[in-house]
Nanobody, 123 residues
Framework: QVQLVESGGGLVQAGNTLRLSCAAS????????MGWFRQAPGKEREFVAA????????YYADSVKGRFTISRDNAKNTVYLQMNSLKPEDTAVYYC????????????????WGRGTQVTVSS
């Protein structure tokens, strides 16, 4: 059984920072990479960032490139998302999930989702 627990969200003003955490437990040893997705009200869930578990190579959506940083602690089975220079359009529920390549982009690898953590950025 796999469990993903996201934390670290909150309400901040534009320009501020937040650091999200995602703790994974269970049968995670076969995962190639982990990623973050977000879903704003009335919109589809979208890819934010991904990190290769072994190499540490990172990938970002254009909308967050240069502002967000994904990292991981393999020993703790935890993935982080450092979010700087937050904007109101970053407001969403953020989820972590194992990811896989889909063409030139990234998508979820399987149906593993946590409850998410709410990020609200006020202007």
């Amino acid at each position: 059984q796999v469990q993903l627990v996201e934390s670290g969200g909150g309400l901040v003003q534009a320009g501020n920072t937040l650091r999200l955490s995602c703790a994974a437990s269970g049968r995670t040893f076969s995962w190639y990479a982990m990623g973050w997705f977000r879903q704003a009200p009335g919109k589809e869930r979208e890819f934010v960032a991904a990190i290769n578990y072994s190499s540490g190579t990172t990938y970002y959506a254009d909308s967050v490139k240069g502002r967000f940083t994904i990292s991981r602690d393999n020993a703790k089975n935890t993935v982080y998302l450092q979010m700087n220079s937050l904007k109101p359009e970053d407001t969403a529920v953020y989820y972590c999930a194992p990811v896989t390549r889909l063409g030139t982009g990234w998508g979820p690898a399987g149906n593993y989702w946590g409850r998410g953590t709410q990020v609200t950025v006020s202007s």
